[in-house]
């Protein structure tokens, strides 16, 4: 059975879909997990102070999930017929790792830092919409590193 080929405005329509459902938790600060504080029916700059702090939650559990991968992968049963090649085994997966993460971190600053904020113009409210994208974002990619078939060894 071939492949199905979408027309690439309906492709491009089911993008901005899922990114408008991915974001739509993010907004008034709430994201796909329990935000820390309720940001809800605040001022902008106070709605600001609220997405920072939750931003700043949301990339320390990333970061604490990829570090548990990359802690994973130094210790991984790996079986080769040297040691030495085993531990070589080890260390390329810990850097596959950084590097999607590092990868995915230019994604994100694409889509949210540039490409969203500047759909906003100078002022109304860009900063708040980069910081929501970023914090959806952020929520997923814990998500894709807890059920993806590519890191599922490594949990």
């Not at 089911?14 to 739509?24: D, Q, V, Y």
């Not at 600060?29 to 700043?56: F, N, W």
């Not at 790996?78 to 790792?97: C, D, G, H, N, W």
């Not at 500047?118 to 990619?141: F, H, K, V, W």
Request: glycine residues 8%.
């Amino acid at each position: 059975m071939g492949k199905l080929e979408l027309p690439q405005p309906f492709v491009m329509y089911l993008r901005l879909i899922s990114f408008l459902l991915a974001t739509s938790a993010a907004f008034n600060c709430v994201a796909a997990e329990p935000a820390s504080s309720d940001c809800t029916q605040l001022s902008t700059a106070a709605e600001g102070d609220c997405l920072v702090r939750e931003y700043k939650g949301a990339t320390e559990l990333l970061d604490q999930r990829v570090q548990q991968l990359v802690s994973s992968a130094r210790g991984a049963e790996v079986r080769f017929s040297t040691p030495e090649l085993a531990q070589s085994r080890r260390q390329a997966v810990s850097k596959a790792i950084l590097e999607a993460h590092g990868a995915w971190k230019k994604q994100v600053e694409a889509e949210c830092g540039t490409l969203l904020e500047a759909s906003y113009g100078i002022g109304n409210g860009g900063p708040n919409a980069d910081l929501q994208c970023r914090i959806s974002m952020t929520y997923e990619r814990i998500g894709h590193l807890g059920s993806a078939d590519a890191y599922a060894w490594l949990r």
